[in-house]
């Protein structure tokens, strides 16, 4: 059976997976589009389109829908879609609250239609891999980890975009961060506990402009009526040709430096787990390159990997004996575990099982995320 998709949203994510990854399913149709602003509908001649959600989740003949909003829309589309009964892929995180995270999970309770969280690392071949080699038991019992996600070019949109008001987003912890903050949970095989952290915006915001100009920004500077924007190694222009992304009209341009950024740039996280596994996390948004890094100690041996060599390197402790898996594998134009996870999506739908990525999973990952970020504004430990 073809699966009809609605797609709610089609901004930088949502346009590119709906095209290159659910319209190049042979069991997907992509059958409406829906945007609030009409972004990227041309890509979609053969889909019904409209800028109002409502009318994609009453439409009898959409099955399922994806979810590419910002985050702070996912409860209020999420609960609409529960009542009109779709299938339900939605980007993350789940939401951007404590309050709305448990919405949607009381709200989800016993629903029987497919329901999965774009926590698409879990589908990527080396990330999956790594979860094989913990489980075979390789490295023993996981009793420490260690992570830091580098970002480069101050995370490329997220301080020109919504991304960087704590109204829109709460924190990069939960928008960015959360994707390794689930890998370690699902890693480390156990619910996490405790958390204590420490953060700071120290490069990007008010703080950044007084350290370049001596001064606070207009609030209304952009990059496009910016007089320095050609050299500014900020600027979106030199940001896209940096990491060879074509122009685009639609890509939000607020300067990096406005007063009104709130979110932290960098944050130190640790976490203790039900099962006494240790975890620490750093995250960068003014690294020098783009890498994720995890590092795992087990009873038998020690595991790491990063997702630029894409290699896995397993030391057992007593024979000092040292393996190595290579992931090979070309994305096309898919990001990595795109097509996966939509396939488990699919499978969801036609068989019942339970999505790898999937409500419990995404609602641990949310709470450990909001959790972070009240003990770096409280300095508590919390627990979650
Ligand atoms: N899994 C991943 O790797 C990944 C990568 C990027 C973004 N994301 C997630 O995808 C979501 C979208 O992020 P983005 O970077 O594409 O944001 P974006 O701002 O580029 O796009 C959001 C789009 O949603 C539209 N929109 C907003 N409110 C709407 C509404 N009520 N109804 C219909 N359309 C609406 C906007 O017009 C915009 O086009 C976020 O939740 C983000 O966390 C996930």
Same mark, same amino acid.
């Given at each position: 059976m073809t699966v009809r998709f609605g797609i709610i949203g089609l901004g930088n994510r949502g346009y590119k997976y709906a095209l290159r990854t659910i319209q190049k399913h042979q069991g997907a149709e992509i059958f409406m589009v829906c945007d609030t602003f009409g972004?990227?509908?041309?890509?979609? #001649?053969?889909a019904l389109t409209t800028n109002d959600y409502q009318e994609v989740l009453d439409h #009898? %003949? +959409? /099955?399922a829908i994806f979810i590419a909003t910002p985050d702070d829309t996912h409860a209020e589309i999420i609960l609409a879609a529960i009542k009109a009964n779709k299938h339900i892929l939605c980007e993350? #995180?789940? %939401?951007?609250?404590d309050e709305k995270v448990t919405k949607i999970e009381t709200a989800l309770e016993n629903y029987d239609k497919a329901f999965e969280v774009g926590y698409v690392l879990r589908y990527a071949r080396t990330y999956s891999k790594v979860k094989e080699l913990i489980t075979s038991g390789i490295i023993g019992q996981v009793i420490m980890a260690n992570v830091i996600d580098h970002v480069q070019y101050g995370g490329y949109a997220y301080f020109h975009d919504?991304?960087?008001t704590r109204q829109k987003s709460t924190s990069l912890l939960l928008q960015k961060a959360t994707h390794s903050l689930d890998l370690i949970n699902w890693y480390v095989n156990s619910r996490p506990e405790k958390v204590v952290a420490f953060g700071d915006l120290m490069v990007f915001g008010e703080v950044g402009a007084i350290e370049k100009f001596g001064k606070p920004v207009p609030d209304d500077l952009h990059c496009g009526n910016c007089p320095i924007s050609d050299t500014c190694e900020e600027s979106i222009q030199n940001l896209a040709k940096e990491k060879n992304i074509a122009w685009s009209e639609h890509w939000p341009d607020n300067c +990096?430096?406005?007063? %009104? +950024? /709130? +979110? /932290? /740039?960098h944050q130190t996280v640790m976490i203790y787990y039900a099962n006494k596994a240790k975890a620490t996390y750093q995250l960068c948004q003014f690294a020098a390159f783009y890498k994720r890094e995890f590092h795992f100690f087990g009873t038998k041996g020690e595991l790491y990997f990063d997702d630029v060599s894409n290699t896995i390197v397993v030391t057992d402790r007593l024979k000092s004996e040292t393996l190595t898996y290579q992931n090979n594998h070309q994305e096309t134009n898919m990001e990595p575990g795109d097509e996966e996870q939509l396939q488990d999506f699919l499978d969801a739908i036609h068989t019942g099982k339970t999505p790898v990525s999937n409500l419990e999973s995404s609602v641990l990952a949310g709470k450990l995320a909001l959790a972070a970020q009240r003990s770096i504004d409280h300095e508590t430990i919390e627990i979650i």
């Open positions: 972004h990227h509908f041309h890509h979609f #001649p053969q #009898p %003949e +959409v /099955d993350k #995180p789940l %939401e951007i609250s919504w991304h960087r +990096v430096f406005n007063s %009104e +950024v /709130d +979110v /932290d /740039d």
